[in-house]
């Protein structure tokens, strides 16, 4: 199987990174934020389907605007109206497609960094340079703190633990948009005291586990690096116009036996 992989389109500046055109894998994994509304989203995954199969996932952006827990029924009941066969929202779900088991989960990050480790999340109740504690809410009008999303990632985390503990006989690919190890922040960023808002240590999970593919997002650099036998990919757009990746590739794939 082909697999196409992308992230962080950011469709909601106006610019479309990928076309149905582009389309030329066996499947497309969408590792989140792909769009900045319900409506974006649905309008934009309608603009793509029908060639091949999609399975996407939602991103930090996505709930821009929205509450943290009904922000994800939100987008489960936007993009479920249409039933459309090819597409596949996994937000803590799974989907089997050829023979491959496919856990999407949008995941959240735990807060720690390399260097303090827990002593790092206290850092961000003084978050004013994380657009997600002003834009994402927990009620109406009410911000989220870190440890609403520590929460959240710890919910996502058993869930995914659970699964991958299942027995399965063929290729295991997780997706996720926040990335499972600190090897994927880019140079520039290594060791940045707010890291721990992208990435989690999570390294002993895929050492235990070993899933074939683990696919992300969140971060605007690729990655493609192998812990024990699980190959990590991430292959980001970013934002047109602002900052987009230098590596991006749209018709980016990786086969899978």
């Known amino acids: 199987m082909k697999i196409q992989y992308a992230s962080d389109l950011h469709t909601e500046f106006d610019f479309r990174p990928i076309r149905k055109n582009d389309l030329v894998g066996d499947v497309m994994v969408l590792a989140g934020d792909i769009a900045g509304s319900t409506?974006?989203?649905?309008?934009?995954?309608?603009?793509?389907?029908?060639?091949?199969?999609?399975?996407?996932?939602?991103?930090?952006?996505?709930?821009?605007?929205?509450?943290?827990?009904?922000?994800?029924?939100?987008?489960?009941?936007?993009?479920?109206?249409?039933?459309?066969?090819y597409l596949h929202f996994l937000d803590d779900d799974e989907v089997i497609l050829g023979g491959v088991r496919f856990l999407g989960s949008t995941l959240w990050s735990d807060f720690k960094n390399q260097t303090q480790g827990e002593a790092a999340q206290?850092?961000?109740?003084?978050?004013?340079?994380?657009?997600?504690?002003?834009?994402?809410?927990k009620s109406e009008g009410t911000p989220i703190r870190w440890q609403d999303v520590l929460e959240r990632y710890q919910e996502s985390l058993?869930?995914?633990?659970?699964?991958?503990?299942?027995?399965?006989?063929?290729?295991?690919v997780v997706i996720t948009h926040h990335a499972p190890s600190f090897l994927s922040d880019a140079p520039e960023f290594s060791g940045s005291p707010i890291?721990?808002?992208?990435?989690?240590?999570?390294?002993?999970?895929?050492?235990?586990?070993?899933?074939?593919?683990?696919?992300?997002?969140?971060?605007?650099?690729?990655?493609?690096?192998?812990?024990?036998?699980?190959?990590?990919?991430?292959?980001?757009?970013?934002?047109?116009?602002?900052e987009t990746n230098v590596d991006w590739d749209p018709r980016c794939l990786v086969e899978i036996p």
């Open 39 to 85: 409506t974006g989203l649905r309008s934009y995954l309608k603009a793509l389907s029908g060639r091949i199969p999609l399975i996407v996932i939602l991103g930090n952006h996505e709930f821009y605007g929205y509450e943290l827990a009904r922000g994800r029924n939100q987008y489960r009941d936007a993009i479920s109206r249409d039933k459309d066969p």
């Open 122 to 137: 206290a850092g961000y109740d003084y978050d004013g340079g994380l657009l997600d504690f002003r834009k994402i809410l």
């Open 158 to 172: 058993h869930w995914l633990t659970s699964r991958l503990s299942e027995e399965f006989s063929g290729p295991t």
């Open 195 to 242: 890291s721990g808002a992208f990435s989690s240590d999570l390294e002993d999970v895929i050492e235990r586990f070993s899933p074939d593919l683990w696919i992300h997002g969140h971060h605007h650099s690729s990655s493609d690096y192998r812990i024990g036998k699980t190959r990590i990919l991430c292959n980001p757009f970013g934002y047109h116009g602002l």
